[in-house]
């Protein structure tokens, strides 16, 4: 399996849902990432998950509450988002944070915030 | 700061071939990696360079002179299905992603 699973692929929520978002692989990997990228700009670094650590954490609103159940696992819920939150959300791993090749992305959560 | 320059867009022909530049500053560095992206899908991964010179992979070669921070991509024999963006990202020496704005590569038949 060389793939990282999201779900769902779209999601359309209103200003107060709680929602989450999921990502899976089993390629091993030890270091999990979530990026939002919005229309023609490049992925934005949100959270850095690191052995089931969180590492980095871009000074994201707490809206966004990133979650590592394990190392296959990752988690992002949402609560209480703006329109402007409406993005595409990217999953990514990677063997760990040093790796010498490049991280696999997931197809993506299209998220619209209405 | 931090900063990563590539071209907004380019055209080429179908069956030529094109060379995407990019040239960075940043905090450290450990590796520049070139990704793929169509629209409105996730971005795959092209390229891996960490030492100066030229890496090849099938149709796509990707360059590195660290001294001059400076990397291309050169794609040949180029297909319709190459039309995408092509991200050029560098890993500082915190290990972060540093990412360019991305070309937009138009191929015209």
């Known amino acids: 399996d060389t793939e990282v699973t999201q779900t769902p692929k779209h999601l359309v929520m209103g200003m107060t849902n709680k929602k989450s978002l999921k990502c899976e692989q089993h390629m091993g990997h030890r270091a999990m990432y979530w990026y939002k990228q919005k229309a023609k700009k490049p992925p934005e670094l949100m959270f850095v998950y690191s052995y089931e650590k969180l590492s980095i954490n871009e000074s994201v609103p707490s809206r966004f509450s990133p979650e590592c159940p394990n190392s296959s696992l990752l988690n992002l819920h949402l609560h209480a988002l703006q329109p402007e939150d409406s993005a595409l959300y990217l999953c990514?791993?990677?063997?760990?944070?040093?790796?010498?090749?490049?991280?696999?992305f997931g197809s993506g959560t299209r998220l619209t915030v209405v | 700061g931090q900063n990563i320059d590539q071209p907004t867009e380019m055209t080429a022909t179908e069956g030529a071939i094109v060379q995407i530049n990019c040239t960075y500053q940043t905090s450290g560095f450990n590796g520049l990696f070139w990704y793929q992206q169509h629209a409105g899908e996730a971005p795959t991964f092209l390229s891996y360079?960490?030492l100066d010179g030229l890496e090849e992979k099938g149709r796509f070669s990707s360059f590195l002179s660290r001294s001059k921070g400076y990397s291309y991509l050169l794609l040949k024999e180029l297909q319709m299905k190459d039309s995408a963006s092509y991200l050029c990202?560098?890993?500082?020496?915190?290990?972060?992603?540093?990412w360019g704005a991305g070309t937009k590569l138009i191929i015209k038949p």
């Open positions: 990514a791993s990677s063997q760990d944070r040093g790796a010498n090749y490049g991280y696999t």
């Open positions: 990202a560098v890993r500082d020496s915190n290990y972060q992603l540093i």
């Open positions: 360079n960490v």
